[in-house]
């Protein structure tokens, strides 16, 4: 186990090497602070940007911890409750999509609307750890025995297949601000290398609980802290605080409302905040994208999905193994 978090360490540092940027967007979570060491160690000069709502969310706290231990230079950019719900509009038409996971996207957008505002032209992110890592926690077996991972052998399959076929918010959002994103997690030469890691040793007991990205959070705790290497996953939404827009969204919905216009737009609509987001996009983008020769049909808005992926990018839906 040792060799392999040595040439983990080896892989990333020469990816984010590869990968290096004048700024990043810091949750302060166990992905971008391992990314933030190694631009500290290869003498990077760069910004960390942290958003939250107001201040609310624990990012705010686990980056706080970071940039002292590493002395970063950090930018804290807290976003009213007014702002985030009026840019609501934009995000729904900059990536064409009402899912419901729209609140993630408000801290990428406005991440990197900050990168804009500061005058730099790229920015590094965290994206793909989780997805190569099995970070999330549906795709712990042991977790969630309904879902489509059923067992390690489903998971490494899993990840494989979602690997050809990752995209992430922060690209579309960057084209938008007109900011080159940088992805170490994304790297060619890393991704291939990561693939072959067991799923073993990516998720994994340590102290009697079950971690997802166990080998990651193992490469981390020699560099920095135990706290920081062995902190929770927490869904940017969470992490930045804006969730709390759901409960304000769905005030503004009525449960009568609700049956109706999910009884007459015939979408699966997961909650009132999903409904929201919906009517924003007929507003902003129009009608939903139909499925093409070589598609599938996703079950919930009927749009067109690739054969290979399980999630719907227009409506969020997440497609069963076929």
């Known amino acids: 186990m040792e ?49 939250s709502l107001g201040s609310s969310g624990e990012d705010i706290l686990y980056a706080w911890l970071l940039v002292k231990h590493l002395n970063l230079n950090h930018y804290h950019r807290p976003v009213n409750i007014d702002e985030a719900i009026e840019s609501i509009p934009t995000v729904v038409k900059i990536l064409k999509s009402f899912d419901p996971a729209i609140p993630n996207d408000l801290a990428v957008y406005f991440g990197l609307k900050t990168v804009k505002e500061l005058g730099l032209k790229e920015a590094m992110t965290g994206d793909g750890a989780d997805e190569l890592f099995a970070g999330y926690d549906y795709m712990n077996p042991a977790l969630h025995q309904k879902s489509v991972i059923r067992n390690m052998e489903d998971l490494d399959e899993y990840i494989k297949r979602i690997a050809s076929s990752m ?25 291939d290398f990561a693939l072959h890691i067991p799923v ?19 490469a981390l705790e020699d560099v920095l802290s135990k706290e920081i290497a062995w902190q929770n996953k927490r869904p940017l939404e969470y992490g930045s605080g804006m969730d709390k827009l759901r409960e304000i969204i769905s005030s503004r919905i009525s449960d009568k409302e609700f049956w109706e216009k999910k009884d007459f737009y015939k979408i699966d609509f997961l909650n009132k905040e999903h ?32 054969k290979n992926t399980f999630h719907c990018k227009v409506c969020g839906y997440v497609l069963r193994k076929e």
């Open 275 to 306: 409904l929201y987001f919906y009517e924003i996009y007929r507003k902003e983008v129009g009608g939903i994208p139909q499925s093409k020769e070589g598609q599938k049909e996703c079950p919930s808005c009927k749009a067109g999905v690739e």
């Open 3 to 51: 060799d392999l978090v040595k040439r983990l360490r080896e892989e990333l540092e020469m990816a984010v090497e590869r990968n290096a940027a004048s700024c990043m967007l810091f949750s302060g979570g166990v992905d971008t602070s391992i990314l933030a060491w190694f631009l500290v160690r290869l003498n990077t000069n760069f910004r960390a940007i942290t958003v």
């Open 167 to 191: 995209s992430f918010s922060s690209n579309r959002l960057g084209d938008f601000f007109g900011i080159k994103i940088r992805q170490p997690y994304l790297d060619r030469e890393f991704v």
């Open 200 to 218: 073993e040793s990516k998720v994994r007991e340590e102290k009697g609980k079950i971690y997802g990205k166990w080998v990651l959070r193992k």
